[in-house]
């Protein structure tokens, strides 16, 4: 089957950014999410890129023009995923939510496409289990910024078929990806290294063992990451990043109890870039503002 139509649900940081891919590959792309708010603010950030984009010699103006003739919101999960080829799930990290979209995704999708998952954490294998087809349903698991990184981690669950695998390889190839296939395990290969380095920084922040400057500098240029893990951590989500531990803590044990540093920031909204601070101070327009 020809997959021309691809819909991604949840226009936060990372369906913004799939869907951004997915238009730039010429798929007709709709990005749903229950927030009007949240789908102006996604073309908004999405024009950005564009421009910049432009601006680098990375992308023609005439592929940036068409990037916003191939994309298109809705509010209306229901309507939008009832004539479409191929669904990528972007909800918060969060079971029951994921259970209820993906209940719905598979109510009115038709029968013979398959449902990706963006998650992070959660068994492809229970996502699967919400729906009527879970040799059609596996995880593809895009990075963040999803234009800059290169992965996708796909994990089969239990039903998973080939044909489910083949065809999220074909998309991710069409979309610029590499892609690596993982068994499935809570967290996966990235998802389990990442949010143990993560929660590891943050109980260092919370010891008064170095600021948090510090901590991401000896990271970045003694282990030689490409960012710290603090910082990381702000353009994550610092509450996507505890979603994916406690559920890591639930599933695998001990080691993944998430550091109540972090606990308190999420509590007090200091969610990272999307709320303007985090970790460090974003409210100067984005811009990182040390301290
Ligand atoms: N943030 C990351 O770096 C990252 C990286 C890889 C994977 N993920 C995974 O991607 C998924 C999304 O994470 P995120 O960081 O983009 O979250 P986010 O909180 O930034 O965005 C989630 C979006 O989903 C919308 N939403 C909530 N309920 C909805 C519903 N019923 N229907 C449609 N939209 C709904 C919200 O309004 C919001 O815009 C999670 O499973 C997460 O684990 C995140």
């Given at each position: 089957m ?10 936060g ?53 068409a990037?916003?003739?191939?994309l ?11 004539a ?23 109510t ?14 959660i ?32 994990v ?11 065809t999220?390889?074909?998309?991710a ?7 690596v ?27 008064g ?10 990271i ?9 893990p ?12 505890l ?13 993944f ?5 972090l606990e ?28």
């Open positions: 020809t997959i021309n139509k691809i819909t991604v649900v949840g226009a940081v990372m369906g913004r950014g799939i869907a951004y891919v997915s238009a730039l590959a010429g798929f007709h792309t709709t990005l749903v999410d229950v927030s009007q708010e949240q789908l102006k603010s996604a073309l908004t950030e999405l024009k950005g890129l564009a421009d910049k984009a432009v601006a680098r010699n990375k992308i023609t103006e005439d592929a940036a023009v990037i916003f003739h191939q298109h919101t809705s509010i209306e999960l229901e309507a939008a995923v009832q479409t080829d191929f669904v990528i799930e972007a909800v918060p990290e969060k079971r029951d939510l994921k259970k209820h979209v993906l209940e719905t995704i598979d009115h999708a038709p029968s013979h496409i398959v449902i990706a998952s963006n998650t992070s954490t068994s492809p294998t229970e996502l699967g289990s919400y729906t009527k087809r879970p040799d059609q349903v596996a995880a593809m698991h895009f990075f963040n910024p999803v234009h800059r990184m290169q992965l996708v981690e796909i089969k669950g239990l039903e998973t078929g080939e044909e489910t695998v083949k999220i390889k074909e998309i190839g069409r979309m610029g990806k590499e892609t296939e993982v068994k499935e395990f809570p967290g996966f290969v990235t998802s389990r290294i990442s949010a143990m380095v993560g929660n590891e920084a943050f109980y260092m922040l919370q010891e063992i170095a600021s948090a400057e510090d901590i991401d500098k000896a970045k240029l003694g282990l030689n990451y490409p960012m710290g603090l910082e990381l951590g702000d353009l994550v989500g610092l509450d996507t990043r979603n994916n531990l406690k559920y890591l803590h639930e599933t695998l044990g001990e080691k109890r998430p550091a109540p540093l308190q920031y999420v509590k007090a909204g200091r969610l990272g870039r999307k709320t303007g601070r985090g970790v460090y101070d974003y409210s100067n327009d984005g811009e990182l503002i040390k301290k």
